[in-house]
């Protein structure tokens, strides 16, 4: 079992920028990648990017793509997601999450952290 804890979310208006965390721990970890997902209230939960952990390939929705950049440290297992350009509709809860192939799906996943919420003001 993994624990997560996501941090470096706030408010900030649209144009800003802001970096969030994942810190993983657990003595079992290992995973494909870690992905970051977001969820607004009343909307199904997003995938949002993907880095793998061995080679730092990198992965986007559709809708971040060009404004965000994942990244991680291997020798923290953190991830961290850097957001340029906030727009009022990347208001949401962001939560990481360890992701095999799949990595865009998350509906098989129990352990998830607390979240970050990130709040963009127009």
């Known amino acids: 079992q993994v624990q997560l804890v996501e941090s470096g979310g706030g408010l900030v208006q649209a144009g800003d920028s802001l970096r969030l965390s994942c810190a993983a721990s657990?003595?079992?970890?290992?995973?494909?990648?870690m992905a970051w997902f977001r969820q607004a209230p009343g909307k199904e939960r997003e995938f949002v990017a993907a880095i793998t952990w061995i080679n730092g390939f990198r992965y986007y929705g559709d809708s971040v793509k060009g404004r965000f950049t994942i990244s991680r440290d291997t020798t923290k297992n953190t991830a961290y997601l850097q957001m340029n350009n906030l727009k009022a509709e990347d208001t949401a809860v962001y939560y990481c999450?360890?992701?095999?192939?799949?990595?865009?799906?998350?509906?098989?996943?129990?352990?998830w952290g607390q979240g970050t919420q990130v709040t963009v003001s127009s």
């Open positions: 657990g003595r079992t970890f290992r995973s494909y990648a």
């Open positions: 999450a360890p992701r095999g192939v799949e990595y865009r799906q998350s509906s098989d996943f129990d352990s």
